[in-house]
């Protein structure tokens, strides 16, 4: 049976209701993937604040990540590296230690799967400490290392509040560009599928510092805004500890990301073709 352009319309608003409910239960649940990974134990905040000195505390994200903030004592093993197995093979053979993993938080993967990873390589005793730097820092932060300093000052810490005041949706992002906004895409090499601003946007890596220090000089140069986008908006998180030390007052992210961009432009075109 065809649908008319009314039902159409209808069955799109009914899908999107259910994607809405959906997004409002994740955002309400601290920890939205355990029970994804019920075979995974987790360690609460105070516990690991108690015992820290007697565990091997890895940070598994990215070294840029962890080089601007960390659990004082963690060390650094990218879930992403190829010797991740082995390498936590050899710290855990070399400290005898339960091993706890960390990421950024409750709503990030990389814990648990860091604790399923060890595991395929021989390490049993391992657990994931699931609430993550985030709630760490902001908890703990005289045992945390921001920008290599430690204690933590919590008047350095970006709260959700200042990171949320920086993220427009795509729509402003191209209106901001349309005024003539200098675009940076910071995506590593491997992410960039695409270029979602062809011949209009600059191109650097978060290792690429220099790169980046002389993009930021030009947009203050020209006086024009900086705009900057990753692959799903989490490590702009991240690269907003830059240019708060660099001085940089006239900048903004996008939200979601390349990911987030094209899902705005799908559910646009969507609408578009029910009528809307």
Request: hydrophobic share 35%; net charge positive.
């Amino acid at each position: 049976m065809k649908l008319t352009g009314l039902q159409t319309f209808i069955t799109l608003l009914s899908l999107l209701a259910v994607t809405v409910s959906a997004q409002v239960l994740a955002e309400t649940n601290p920890f939205p993937h355990r029970d994804k990974f019920k075979d995974v134990k987790v360690m609460e905040m105070e516990v690991l604040k108690a015992t820290a000195e007697n565990v091997t505390i890895v940070d598994v994200r990215s070294r840029y990540e962890y080089d601007t903030l960390h659990i004082k004592g963690a060390v650094n093993i990218p879930l992403n590296s190829d010797s991740f197995g082995q390498s936590i093979a050899d710290i855990q053979k070399a400290e005898g230690k339960q091993i706890v993993f960390y990421c950024n938080g409750g709503k990030c993967k990389k814990s648990y799967e860091a604790v399923q990873k060890a595991r395929k390589a021989g390490v049993a005793d391992c657990i994931a400490y699931d609430a993550g730097i985030y709630a760490w820092a902001q908890k703990v932060p005289e045992q945390s290392v921001l920008l290599g300093k430690t204690p933590m000052r919590s008047a350095d810490f970006i709260d959700n509040d200042r990171f949320k005041s920086r993220l427009i949706d795509a729509r402003t992002f191209e209106a901001k560009k349309s005024g003539g906004g200098l675009i940076l895409d910071i995506r590593d090499r491997a992410q960039r599928d695409t270029q979602v601003f062809p011949f209009e946007e600059e191109r650097a890596e978060l290792r690429e510092i220099d790169r980046i220090k002389q993009i930021i000089d030009n947009s203050r140069k020209q006086g024009k805004t900086l705009l900057v986008y990753d692959k799903v908006g989490k490590q702009v998180r991240w690269f907003q500890y830059l240019l708060e030390r660099q001085g940089v007052k006239n900048y903004y992210f996008m939200k979601g990301g390349s990911e987030g961009y094209y899902e705005e432009k799908l559910g646009k075109f969507r609408f578009d073709q029910a009528g809307g």
